[in-house]
């Protein structure tokens, strides 16, 4: 089992930064890809990125495709997200989850991860 804990959202005017961390529970943290959600008021949760178990391998929406990077250290059992050039349209609730093996054809769907954190809040203020 893996218990998941988001941190470092907060409020930002556009065209700044923010940095994201994902903090793990359990010591077989590198057996899990993990990747970001995000969820708008009123709107579905959607993909953002997600990044293999060694963290060599991502892939990001295309929506946030050159400002975002996501990185992880699996000897701190952290995934970071981070976040430049934020626009409004990044207002959301951050989960990160996690499901065992590598990052396949189903990364993006939300059924395909087992585990998830209880999320952050980014505001972007125009």
């Known amino acids: 089992q893996v218990q998941l804990d988001e941190s470092g959202g907060g409020l930002v005017q556009a065209g700044g930064s923010l940095r994201l961390s994902c903090a793990a529970s359990g010591r077989t943290f590198s057996m899990y890809r993990v990747a970001w959600f995000r969820q708008a008021p009123g709107k579905e949760r959607e993909f953002v990125v997600a990044?293999?178990?060694?963290?060599?391998?991502?892939i990001y929406a295309d929506s946030v495709k050159g400002r975002f990077t996501s990185s992880r250290d699996n000897a701190k059992n952290t995934v970071y997200l981070q976040m430049n050039s934020l626009k409004p349209e990044d207002t959301a609730v951050y989960y990160c989850?996690?499901?065992?093996?590598?990052?396949?054809?189903?990364?993006?769907?939300?059924?395909?991860?087992?585990?998830w954190g209880r999320g952050t809040q980014v505001t972007v203020s125009s």
């Open positions: 990044i293999s178990r060694r963290g060599d391998s991502t």
């Open positions: 989850a996690a499901a065992l093996g590598d990052v396949g054809g189903v990364y993006a769907l939300k059924s395909s991860y087992d585990y």
